[in-house]
């Protein structure tokens, strides 16, 4: 009876993630100065020559710092490696163990 249950689990696992994904709101990245009010969001970027160019982007400064993101990653992709190379050779052994009977 539990093993009738577990596609029923996952389908609603699954569904209620589809769902709350749905209302993240999207980044678009869009220079739309429509129906605003006021001075524009970005300031015009005036070059060494004196000229006046387009939107650019901020000035962020020395930038972000990747590593700990980099070492988490790594840290992850090492784990799911190491269960699939053991989920492997587990079933190796069961089906070579089934064999033998």
Not at 45 to 60: I, K
Not at 65 to 82: E, M, R, W
Not at 83 to 101: C, E, P
Request: charged letters at 10%; one cysteine or more.
């Amino acid at each position: 009876m539990a093993m009738a249950r577990r596609p029923l689990l996952t389908a609603t696992a699954a569904a209620t993630l589809l769902c709350a994904l749905w209302f993240v709101p999207s980044a678009n990245a869009t220079d739309d100065a429509e129906g605003a009010a006021g001075p524009p969001s970005r300031p015009a970027v005036t070059n060494a020559g004196g000229e006046v160019s387009g939107p650019a982007l901020a000035e962020t400064g020395a930038g972000v710092d990747t590593t700990p993101y980099l070492i988490g990653g790594t840290a992850f992709l090492v784990i799911g490696a190491a269960f699939v190379a053991h989920s492997g050779r587990r079933a190796g052994a069961l089906s070579s163990i089934a064999g033998r009977a």
